[in-house]
């Protein structure tokens, strides 16, 4: 069975910044494509960031310049760094891998911008 286990979130104030984890009990992790959602409150979830296997990695306008995925290949395990933090960034996160098909997503993590 796939597990996506997030980390990193909280209570950060505007201008801050976090890095969300997300560890996955898969088998070569390396071909994955991987990606971040969000979900704020009466929204719908949206894609923050992704990045194909070895591709080039895609973000949502409203964070470019700003939020940055990666991922350890070694450590099974993708990374969303988050600059500058707005407190329209308030939601859950949720991380995701998806090969042949396949979709996967974490319980998510509640990253909140407040002062």
């Known amino acids: 069975q796939v597990q996506l286990v997030e980390s990193g979130g909280g209570l950060v104030r505007p201008g801050g910044s976090l890095r969300l984890s997300c560890a996955a009990s898969?088998?070569?992790?390396?071909?994955?494509?991987v990606g971040w959602y969000r979900q704020a409150p009466g929204k719908q979830r949206e894609v923050v960031a992704a990045?194909?296997?070895?591709?080039?990695?895609n973000y949502a306008d409203s964070v470019k310049g700003r939020f940055t995925i990666s991922r350890d290949n070694a450590k099974n395990t993708v990374y969303l760094q988050m600059n500058t933090l707005k407190p329209e960034d308030t939601a859950v996160y949720y991380c995701?891998?998806?090969?042949?098909?396949?979709?996967?997503w974490g319980q998510g993590t509640q990253v909140t911008v407040s002062s």
């Open positions: 990045a194909t296997s070895g591709g080039t990695p």
């Open positions: 898969v088998n070569m992790f390396s071909i994955y494509a």
């Open positions: 995701t891998i998806r090969v042949f098909g396949l979709h996967y």
